[in-house]
Antibody, heavy 120, light 107 residues
């Protein structure tokens, strides 16, 4: 059974860079059938899809965040990562990593989520 | 972006009730729609994909229907563990977007 686990700082200062890593177990990030994704949810609000990527560099980012987002995959560690630059309080959210089925583009497996607060 | 509008935003129901949630898309998304259940402090859990296909392991009291711009999620015979928030998600065009959520509360 695939499991995903987010890790990274829970507090980031305004204008700095948010960095998160998702460690995958029970599956390989090198699988060609899947993409790997980041989604976020501000406290008490709805869900926003940040972007998705696969092991060979194919990526797609939400245009609303595209200028600030970078993602990467580390096949040696079976991990993928998110960097979000120039953060503001509006970026405070629970950040989830998830596995995307490319046949249906749905999120069948999620990490537990990690709260990132942007505050000085 | 495709906008998804869910209704109602909340519903009060009793155990055993039939509950129907609607998701309307701002443009035709064929059957590229999924439904998720989310409980407080937890990640969403996939219930339905491709508008009407039941995800493995999900109880059969959950069903989905619709195509184009109008979709529904029905819970037939509400159980205590079903009190949660439900979201729809379109997968027709990126950025994939989510509805605002429907909270199913105990009456």
């Amino acid at each position: 059974q695939v499991q995903l686990q987010e890790s990274g700082p829970g507090l980031v200062k305004p204008s700095e860079t948010l960095s998160l890593t998702c460690t995958v177990s029970g599956d390989s990030v090198s699988s060609g059938s899947y993409f790997w994704s980041w989604i976020r949810q501000p406290p008490g609000k709805g869900l926003e899809w940040i972007g998705y990527m696969n092991y060979n560099g194919n990526t797609k980012y939400n245009p609303s965040l595209k200028s600030r987002v970078t993602t990467s995959v580390d096949t040696s560690k079976n991990q993928f990562s998110l960097k979000l630059t120039s953060v503001t309080a509006a970026d405070t959210a629970v950040y989830y990593c998830a596995k995307v089925h490319s046949s249906s583009w749905v999120l069948a497996h999620w990490g537990q989520g990690t709260l990132v607060t942007v505050s000085s | 972006d495709v906008q998804l509008t869910q209704s109602p935003s909340s519903v009060s129901a009793s155990v055993g009730d039939r509950v129907t949630i609607t998701c309307r898309a701002s443009q035709d998304i064929n059957n590229w729609l999924a439904w998720y259940q989310q409980k407080p402090g937890k990640a969403p859990n996939l219930l339905i994909y491709a508008a009407s296909s039941l995800q493995s392991g999900v109880p059969s009291r959950f069903s989905g229907s619709g195509s184009g711009t109008h979709f529904t999620l029905t819970i037939s015979g509400l159980q205590p563990e079903d009190f949660a928030t439900y979201f729809c998600q379109q997968a027709n065009s990126f950025p994939f977007t989510f509805g605002g959520g429907t909270k199913v509360e105990i009456k």
